[in-house]
């Protein structure tokens, strides 16, 4: 791999934090401005004080107001330090639809290459359903039959159906190469969670597979979502015990973009999948072998319990309001069949260590196979640790998938993660709680840290209006909401953002919305995430309505003069919120309203995003809301409220 040069000139008896700094300061001071840049002074602070981090490779809490240009001074740390230490920087973000929004070619890094003459090097790590999955797509073209699916195998590489030698390999099937289908049709495609790569023909022929060779050889940055870091970290071991290269290679630094939302990623991250399914699937492989009767009858007897389990489980899940997932009933009986499946997978998993000796089953094989029974069984272990984890059901094409998620996370990033000697940047408009950070930091496990703010510089009273109207409950409250929202369209002639809570909100929007305006909407799920967010970007006069870019997104200028915040974003009522309700004295006012608070905050962030814009903030409240919850949003307002038109 190539690696550019430091930016700077530097000889080996000078010092790299020296030069760097006069770098820094050259840059913001004279280069940018020259190209155009706006001198900001919380630009100029934010930097030197990242400068402390980076050279005691500390954990440092950025905090930083919306329009301080943190992205820009982040950046550039990152670069430099990557290129003096000679290992990529990773920059996380908050999640997959946000990784575009910085390599867009409005977006910081191009203008920086641009301005500072930088050949960046920058590569996307992204998740694994993210990627075409080839099985799938040899399935969709079968039972849908449908010219789409035709199309994308018509454009595969050569390669692919071709096991010819000297081939030039090169990574395809992104999510993003396909952005003109809809996410209904992108799942029938794309990577899931039941896909057994390991025995797939064609997996090192996938473009997953190709994408991580790619990505791995970034000298700059790799950019990724916290998700996907985070799985990085739990799966580093079990991918060495398989022979596999880590999804994540060696980084010089860490920056959390979004860095509030690492803990939630953490917790997904380390969530264990337990599917009837999956088991089935591999005991059965292993059946086909010449093993020893004694081991034979052990899997069938395994795979009885499993399927009494899963019977259970499904007569003792229900459905959440609110939620796609299913909330379990722990009777004794479930219990007991779960303590049962356990010591089966136990004996399964002592007889195949038996087996290894005989040499009966292929080696590749088994170790796929003692892989998962170890994670089963320590998953129904952890299940029946019912106060250490969070459990729920997921349904999809009829199968019951048990998920498993730990409560807290910190100790095991304290370990795994912030022991590690390297500079890890937390960035964010929000990251302090009454201006403290120990929040934050003990949930991460961080003991050690380093820690600022910088308000942002806008003149909120001057760019931004806020309207806050009280509507009605249920399906009148609804009329109301969409009529006054079609006005609010009217005043900027669309150029509007709407964020919805959920995904139901959004459908019933969608289908209120239909003949009854000219103005043209954008909805997430109808083409992929960053191509809607460039036709909104170019199209001025289009709205977009969105249920997950609440943060991240930035768009300067006309084209975002509108967001309307459909309802007051109180989290979900799904398992994880219930299990955080169920741990504090007052649910209401410890979980919910926090989290409310938080993500209102991101919400009306996406409006201003440069001195020069201008624009309206709508939030729709109900008549019934209380007077104290009230009270807490009128207080992290920027600007006051107007009175209602």
């Not at 992104?174 to 209904?184: A, N």
């Not at 973009?257 to 939630?264: F, I, N, R, T, V």
């Not at 989290?595 to 409240?621: A, E, N, P, V």
Request: hydrophobic share 40%; proline share 4%; net charge negative.
């Amino acid at each position: 791999m190539l690696r550019e040069r430091l930016p700077f000139e530097i000889s080996k008896t000078e010092n790299f934090y020296d030069k760097f700094n006069e770098w820094i300061g050259d840059v913001f001071y004279d280069i940018l401005p020259e190209k155009g840049f706006e001198l900001r002074d919380e630009q100029v602070f934010m930097a030197f004080q990242l400068e402390r981090a980076f050279k005691e490779k500390a954990v440092v809490f950025a905090e930083a107001g919306v329009g301080t240009g943190k992205t820009i001074v982040y950046l550039l740390y990152a670069i430099c330090y990557a290129r003096y230490v000679g290992k990529p920087a990773i920059i996380s973000c908050a999640d997959e639809s946000l990784i575009e929004q910085l390599v867009k070619k409005e977006g910081d890094i191009a203008k920086l290459s641009e301005a500072l003459e930088l050949n960046i090097d920058v590569r996307l790590a992204k998740s694994q359903d993210q990627y075409l999955c080839l099985q799938k797509l040899d399935k969709a073209i079968e039972v849908h039959d449908l010219d789409v699916y035709f199309d994308i195998h018509a454009d595969l590489p050569e390669f692919v159906g071709n096991a010819t030698t000297l081939q030039n390999f090169y990574h395809y099937g992104d999510r993003k190469d396909y952005p003109h289908l809809t996410d209904e049709e992108w799942q029938r495609v794309g990577w899931d969670t039941f896909q057994d790569c390991f025995s797939c023909p064609v997996r090192h022929r996938c473009g997953q597979t190709l994408s991580r060779d790619h990505y791995r050889k970034a000298a700059d940055i790799i950019i990724c979502s916290h998700d996907f870091y985070m799985e990085h970290i739990w799966t580093i071991d079990s991918r060495k015990r398989e022979g596999q290269l880590p999804l994540l290679p060696e980084a010089s630094c860490v920056v959390f973009d979004e860095g509030h939302l690492l803990e939630y990623s953490a917790q997904k991250a380390l969530t264990y999948r337990v599917n009837e399914t999956v088991l089935e699937t591999l005991l059965t492989r292993v059946l086909e072998n010449d093993i020893r009767e004694e081991l034979a009858l052990s899997i069938e007897d395994t795979l009885e319990q499993n399927s009494f389990f899963f019977d259970l489980l499904r007569d003792h899940s229900s459905p959440v309001k609110g939620s796609s997932r299913k909330e379990v009933n722990f009777v004794p009986d479930l219990i007991k069949a779960a303590k049962a499946l356990h010591n089966h997978l136990i004996g399964i998993g002592e007889g195949l260590v038996y087996e290894s000796q005989l040499f009966t089953i292929d080696h590749y094989e088994l170790n796929i196979v003692d892989e998962y029974i170890d994670q089963m069984e320590f998953s129904i272990n952890l299940l029946l640790k019912e106060s250490d984890v969070i459990s729920w059901v997921e349904t999809d094409a009829k199968q019951e998938t048990l998920v498993i998620m730990p409560r807290a996370v910190k100790d095991v990033l304290s370990e795994k993660v912030f022991s590690k000697t390297m500079p890890f940047i937390f960035s964010s408009a929000t990251l302090s709680e009454d201006k403290s950070f120990d929040y934050i930091a003990s949930s991460l496990g961080i003991k050690d840290y380093q820690s600022f703010s910088v308000a942002s510089p806008f003149d909120y009273d001057e760019q931004m209006k806020i309207f806050f109207p009280k509507v009605s409950e249920g399906d009148k409250g609804f009329i109301e909401k969409f009529d006054y929202t079609l006005e609010q369209i009217k005043e900027t002639n669309g150029r509007a953002l709407i964020l919805f809570n959920s995904k139901e909100e959004l459908a019933l929007f969608k289908n209120q919305v239909q003949g009854k305006t000219d103005f043209s909407f954008l909805f997430e799920g109808e083409k992929e995430i960053s191509e809607l967010v460039s036709t909104f970007q170019n199209n001025e006069e289009s709205i977009l309505c969105s249920v997950n870019l609440w943060e991240g997104l930035d768009i300067p200028g006309p084209s975002l003069s509108n967001v309307i915040i459909w309802s007051v974003p109180f989290p979900p009522n799904d398992p994880v919120f219930q299990a955080k309700r169920k741990s504090v004295n007052d649910p209401f006012l410890e979980v919910d309203v926090p989290y409310m608070i938080l993500r209102l905050r991101q919400g009306i962030g996406r409006l201003i995003r440069t001195h020069q814009d201008q624009g309206i903030i709508t939030i729709f409240g109900s008549k019934e809301l209380n007077p104290a919850v009230q009270e807490k949003i009128l207080n992290v307002l920027p600007t006051s409220v107007q009175m209602n038109k």
